[in-house]
């Protein structure tokens, strides 16, 4: 089972992420993303899938600058080898988001990407933009990408857990 959620900001792809593990049953690795308003600046940290948000300058992977977020490469990097070089066949993999702040990440792309052609189940999240590393993700789990949207969001996850689960 390999699928990856996509949409709008807020739409709830990420709640529905932790309905479908909770559904699953199955203890989930991976990471998650959060940005945050720290001090008047925004900032996204990376986190072990399930962790308690508890924010540090060691988990923090980029800025928020008006529009345009800044990732940190060497802290992609850095995390990704923390959070995913040590994933076992069979287990259930969360990639809670992808985006355009891992473009410069070799190594943290090549993990994930890796992750994608092992015996593991995978849930992502994945930004709707289109990137060289973006796009690699797509070809790799098509057709199993949906767009949850505020109206189909319930629909969807009984969708997904017919069909995955």
Known sequence: MKFFLTGRPGVGKTTLVNR????????AVGFSTK???VCGE????MFSFGEDIVPNDEKIVGICE???PKGFPEA???MGK????????????????LGIMENDALIFQKLVVDL???DV???GVIKPHSTPFLDSIRALVWPHVYEVTSKNRDELFLKLVKEHF
């Open 20 to 27: 479908l593990i909770e559904r699953s049953g199955c203890k």
């Open 35 to 37: 940005k945050l308003n």
């Open 42 to 45: 925004y900032k996204v940290y």
């Open 66 to 68: 008006g529009s345009f």
């Open 76 to 78: 992609f990097d850095r």
């Open 82 to 97: 923390e959070l995913l070089s040590d994933i076992q066949d069979g287990d259930m993999v969360v990639f809670d988001e």
């Open 116 to 118: 994608l052609k092992r």
């Open 121 to 123: 189940s995978v849930i």
